[in-house]
């Protein structure tokens, strides 16, 4: 039975048991959420038992799955430390640190990066590679990238986290005569715009509408960067909401956004393998990173 077993779905499996749902699962591996069911399915049908009761509470392993899931844990440890290992033999001299990053990162923070990359005990030459997200977690998944810096907005299983950075969230609007502050309570009456849903920003903005249990009333268009939001805005399209950091011009008009008089963040998290050859160099950077955001 083993050799036939699919390691998709001992993956898929593992990361429902990590993250309590199927569709937090699915969003992590980056395929649908039937995708994901269908894989776990088959490996159920493979192993001869259901692992995963649902019902409103949320996702539960059963009475089978809590004995083997922690075996399929297990599993995927040993799968990622086999190529971790061969990464290792085979590219002994590989004195390069290859770093995805999503466009919603701050410049201040890929300086730091590169300033803390030369303190560490062996020399490394700094590789920056900017994608969406869902390639930059592919990319980390199969070992084309060492260690990733997204907006932390989604769950992935089994990789390491640090939180490395958080930034001011601001707002524009086309009504912004000044820098007073806004509330999110307030700012909830307006219409957003939003860019596609690649670089983490719209996720955010539709989870912290989500987690103020605040309708999110969308334009029915789509803005393709950063310097559109503000171009659209100007011209009294509809609001939106930004990193600070992405203002074209910090005299950009712009109002903070504070939620109860507290200034709303996005956070920044360094997600890494931690089985991968330079996992300790990886813990190193995202820890110096850390301590100094």
Same mark, same amino acid.
């Given at each position: 039975?083993?050799?036939?077993?699919?390691?998709? @779905?001992?993956?898929?499996?593992?990361?429902?048991?990590?993250?309590?749902?199927?569709?937090?699962?699915?969003?992590?591996?980056?395929?649908?959420?039937? &995708?994901?069911?269908?894989?776990?399915?088959?490996?159920?049908?493979?192993? @001869?038992?259901?692992?995963?009761?649902?019902?409103?509470? @949320?996702?539960?392993?059963?009475?089978?799955?809590?004995?083997?899931?922690?075996?399929?844990? =297990?599993?995927?440890?040993?799968?990622?430390? #086999?190529? &971790?290992? &061969?990464?290792?033999?085979?590219?002994?001299?590989?004195?390069?640190?290859?770093?995805? !990053?999503?466009?919603?990162?701050?410049?201040?923070?890929?300086?730091?990066?590169?300033?803390?990359?030369?303190? !560490?005990?062996?020399?490394?030459?700094?590789?920056?590679?900017?994608?969406?997200? =869902?390639?930059?977690?592919?990319?980390?998944?199969?070992?084309?990238?060492?260690?990733?810096?997204?907006?932390? #907005?989604?769950?992935?299983?089994?990789?390491?986290?640090?939180?490395?950075?958080?930034?001011?969230?601001?707002?524009?609007?086309?009504?912004?005569?000044?820098?007073?502050?806004?509330?999110?309570?307030?700012?909830?009456?307006?219409?957003?715009? %939003?860019?596609?849903?690649?670089?983490?920003?719209?996720?955010?903005?539709?989870?912290?509408?989500?987690?103020?249990?605040?309708?999110?009333?969308?334009?029915?268009?789509?803005?393709? @960067?950063?310097?559109?939001?503000?171009?659209?805005?100007? !011209?009294?399209?509809?609001?939106?909401? #930004?990193?600070?950091?992405?203002?074209?011009?910090?005299?950009?008009?712009?109002?903070?956004?504070?939620?109860?008089?507290?200034?709303?963040?996005?956070?920044?998290?360094?997600?890494?393998?931690?089985? &991968?050859?330079?996992?300790?160099? %990886?813990?190193?950077?995202?820890?110096?990173?850390?301590?100094?955001?």
């Amino acid at each position: 039975m083993a050799d036939r077993l699919n390691t998709e @779905g001992l993956r898929y499996a593992q990361a429902v048991a990590e993250t309590k749902s199927f569709s937090a699962a699915a969003r992590a591996y980056g395929v649908t959420q039937p &995708a994901l069911s269908n894989g776990i399915a088959k490996l159920e049908e493979r192993l @001869g038992g259901k692992l995963f009761d649902r019902s409103p509470r @949320g996702v539960t392993p059963t009475a089978f799955g809590a004995r083997v899931l922690p075996l399929v844990g =297990q599993a995927v440890s040993a799968l990622d430390a #086999v190529v &971790a290992e &061969a990464k290792r033999l085979t590219e002994p001299d590989d004195q390069k640190l290859r770093l995805g !990053l999503s466009p919603l990162i701050s410049q201040a923070l890929v300086a730091r990066v590169f300033s803390m990359v030369r303190d !560490l005990p062996t020399p490394r030459d700094l590789v920056l590679r900017e994608a969406n997200m =869902q390639d930059l977690r592919e990319d980390l998944a199969g070992g084309r990238l060492d260690i990733i810096l997204i907006p932390a #907005v989604t769950a992935m299983p089994r990789f390491e986290h640090r939180v490395v950075d958080v930034e001011p969230i601001v707002a524009l609007t086309p009504d912004t005569t000044d820098d007073t502050p806004l509330e999110l309570e307030d700012a909830g009456e307006a219409q957003f715009i %939003l860019v596609p849903d690649t670089c983490g920003l719209t996720t955010f903005t539709t989870q912290l509408f989500r987690a103020h249990e605040m309708p999110l009333n969308v334009y029915p268009g789509e803005a393709l @960067g950063y310097q559109v939001l503000e171009e659209w805005s100007k !011209l009294g399209l509809g609001s939106a909401l #930004v990193p600070r950091s992405k203002l074209t011009s910090p005299d950009s008009a712009h109002r903070p956004l504070v939620d109860q008089g507290r200034e709303v963040q996005i956070s920044f998290e360094a997600v890494w393998n931690p089985n &991968a050859p330079l996992s300790a160099d %990886l813990l190193r950077l995202a820890d110096a990173l850390a301590a100094t955001r």
